[in-house]
């Protein structure tokens, strides 16, 4: 396909042709177009219900689409690139990341109502405040392989947290095998009273766990899909400590060794 590229003067025809826009669509999918431009769509209010993007874009640049109240969008299969506050301030509550996506750039879908994020494999690198200001209660990720920016769910405070990828769990002097780890933060730790020091000292899994806060975290679970044990390690967090290593201080229904760390 020849690259065409979308400028803020073609947009501002687009938006008041019927072809494209009705009603509160905004429908793209015809345009044979493989990029849009900075600043494309930026800041006309559209108050669009639905953008469904050209189906060979690959590039949309920075704040295309910022300040619009744009509430869904529809992808394509071969997007690769969202530039710096591509969507920042709209009403996106639902949000499905193409596996064809490699780079999240900075405040690309900040201020808007995701509540849902999975990041999959496909993903190499996150940067700041991606979804800044969002209302954001689950968190998923799929991989370990990725470059996070420290801030990159910086005042973020999900309250679910799944992560799957390869990790060793050390548990001194047992042959036990866990395929997951919950850590609970909700439940009643009280009636345990086997305690328990676990230090995750993975770097790449510490620089996911540090990178939101978690003052209003009830469970976070981590997910070895290599393990084929079916059996669970259960934790309630009774405080913790964030350091080059996270220290987590808990408490389980079972005994197990005081001391157990994640490599």
């Known amino acids: ?9 073609e947009a501002m025809s687009i938006i008041n042709n019927p072809n494209y826009r009705k009603n509160d669509v905004l429908d793209l999918s015809s345009l044979e ?13 559209l108050q669009l219900s639905k953008l469904i993007l ?10 295309a689409f910022m300040l619009n109240e744009i509430q869904e969008i529809v992808w394509n299969d071969e997007i690769q690139e969202i530039g710096d506050s591509a969507f920042e301030h709209n009403l996106i509550s639902k949000i499905e990341l193409p596996k064809t ?21 496909n993903i190499d690198e996150i940067g700041n405040d991606v979804f800044h200001g969002n209302p954001l209660e689950k968190l998923y990720f ?23 990828n390869d990790f060793d769990l050390q548990i001194p ?5 866990y395929s997951r780890i919950n850590l609970d933060f909700y439940k009643d730790f009280d009636i345990y ?33 290599k393990v084929s044990a079916t059996k669970d390690l259960n934790l309630y967090v009774v405080k913790y400590e964030m350091q080059k290593n996270i220290q987590i201080f ?14």
């Open 1 to 9: 396909m020849q690259k065409s590229i979308i400028s803020r003067k």
């Open 33 to 45: 177009a493989t990029e849009i431009a900075t600043y494309a769509f930026s800041a006309l209010n």
């Open 54 to 63: 050209p189906k060979g874009l690959q590039k949309i640049g920075d704040s």
């Open 101 to 121: 996506i490699k780079k999240l750039s900075p405040l690309a879908f900040a201020m808007n109502q995701i509540k849902e994020v999975v990041i999959f494999k």
């Open 142 to 164: 799929y991989t370990l392989n990725c470059q996070i920016d420290p801030y990159s769910f910086a005042g973020l405070e999900p309250k679910e947290i799944i992560v799957e």
């Open 173 to 177: 002097n047992q042959n036990d095998k």
């Open 193 to 225: 009273e086997n305690e328990i020091e676990l230090e995750i000292a993975n770097s790449l899994l510490v620089d996911i766990l540090a990178s939101f806060s978690w003052i209003n975290a009830e469970k976070i679970i981590l997910i070895n899909p």
């Open 250 to 263: 808990a408490r389980g229904s079972e005994k197990y060794q005081k001391f157990l760390k994640i490599n």
